[in-house]
């Protein structure tokens, strides 16, 4: 019984991990393919390092397998916001189906600073509204 849950642990690590490789190919811009990879490619390699944990079941393995699952849920969202504020940053085309972009109205791209959500949130106090005038 126990072969056939590590089985399937394996084809399922291996089916995200190729949607994540997929993802990579086929999305149309930094975002989307960044959020495909660290998705799909995280839970993969979660589900493969389980199999691993109960093929062994070794006390050392399970221990570095449960390590490795923490070390990638840990840094491949961190990684992946940093890439793709790096790509936002430095000018990456967005998709031309982006519907929202919160970044934009809180980015300088002459001095590359960003501006508080304090600040915005007072800057938009201070503007008078169509409906104040009335």
């Known amino acids: ?3 056939f849950v590590k089985q399937g642990l394996i084809l399922s690590g291996a089916i995200f991990m ?3 490789s997929l993802g990579l ?3 149309p811009d930094l975002l989307t393919r960044m959020h495909a990879t660290t998705k799909a490619a995280t839970l993969g390699a979660t589900l493969i390092m389980l199999a691993v944990a109960l093929h062994f079941a070794d006390v050392a393995m399970v221990t570095r397998a449960f390590a490795i699952i923490i ?3 840990m840094t491949a969202p961190v990684a992946a916001h940093v890439i793709g504020r790096a790509g936002y940053f430095v000018g990456a085309k967005l998709w031309s189906g982006t519907v929202k972009d919160e970044l934009r109205p809180n980015y300088d791209p002459l001095t590359h ?3 508080s959500g304090q600040e915005t ?3 938009a106090a201070r503007q ?3 409906d104040d005038a009335d």
Do not use: G, Q
Request: aromatic share 10%.
């Open 1 to 3: 019984m126990i072969e």
């Open 18 to 20: 190729f949607l994540a």
């Open 25 to 27: 190919l086929r999305l």
């Open 71 to 73: 070390f990638i849920m």
């Open 113 to 115: 600073e960003l501006k």
């Open 121 to 123: 949130a007072a800057n």
């Open 128 to 130: 008078p509204r169509d």
